[in-house]
């Protein structure tokens, strides 16, 4: 998607380390006029998918999928990270280890909002490794809900993720791939 | 606001300990379509104050404030808890105790997303003791920016956030205020 990577170019910070910081408006400062344009893609895209629900996960995720969820007029579930009193013991859950924290989170969904009624499209803000999602693939399996798909704002085309889920057979529409960067430099350079 | 009231009778659920679930469609599942009628609710609650941005706290806030936004016309900026070696070390901070975690956090905002020049409104999806708001208060006094105000979904009427705050001479628009609860009929009264 030419608008997010060119945005990504303009105001995207390349780190060492393999961190890109996009902070000034997809996951500090958020632009939600820039989401209301993915939303739009990601519902061009899935359009020929039954998809009755979004599923996200905390915290950077939910600004894109509640914003991008007005394109397919459906509910957000976002997965919590923790247990708190306000959520029943009747869950689903998992464990996700965070690339950018260098934490391992228990990752939970209450089982009333995710059944085998329901049709999943997966989305976040980053694909990296891919832990994020393939916790929320086990949280849909083990709700015997159907994944549709998964939409990504920035996929880090350098890092395993986005191969291990697209090799399982699921589909995988990231607004930009990041094929390589440089720290040096600040050059960003995206999958055709 | 006769929506937002109606739907928490319907879908809300009373529990011992003063706890008002409201999980299956304001902070775990989330419906965005009421969301939109709340931000529309709240621009034309704010429709004299000249709002720059939006200010809010992960993670139940955000999906709200997002979706509000695009009434707004503005961009978001949500409160992170704890550090992420993703965020510069140059940030506003402040502890805010949870009232549901019954724990502190450490809660920071990057300095570059909040100046002097930010005229702020702060959304969140709870006001109880007013410990959040506080804190995105302090922030704001931190940055120099001006508050133009506050957005709540529900108010804990019978709890002392609400009046600790407009004591202050900020102005909150709650749009539901719940008087008192009852956890064994499940009775719900609102503030007229």
């Not at 999943?120 to 694909?127: E, G, K, R």
Request: charged share 30%; aromatic share 6%.
């Amino acid at each position: 998607m030419k608008l997010l990577e060119d945005r990504i170019r303009k105001d995207g910070i390349v780190k060492e380390g393999n961190v890109l910081k996009v902070d000034s408006f997809i996951n500090h400062q958020m632009d939600v006029n820039l989401f209301d344009e993915m939303g739009k893609e990601w519902k061009r895209l899935f359009a020929d998918r039954p998809i009755n629900k979004i599923l996200t996960i905390e915290a950077s995720g939910i600004g894109i999928a509640c914003v991008a969820a007005r394109s397919f007029n459906v509910p957000v579930v976002f997965a919590k990270k923790a247990q708190s009193i306000n959520i029943d013991g009747d869950v689903y859950a998992c464990k996700i280890e965070s690339f950018t924290k260098k934490r391992i989170y228990d990752v939970i969904v209450s089982k009333k909002f995710l059944s085998k009624d329901d049709h999943v499209l997966i989305i976040d803000d980053f694909l990296a490794n891919g832990c994020a999602v393939l916790g929320l693939l086990d949280i849909i399996k083990e709700a015997g809900a159907t994944v549709e798909g998964v939409g990504i704002a920035v996929e880090k085309g350098f890092q395993r993720g986005g191969k291990l889920i697209r090799d399982m057979g699921i589909r995988v529409e990231s607004l930009a791939i990041v094929e390589s960067m440089d720290a040096t430099t600040g050059e960003i350079v995206f999958r055709k």
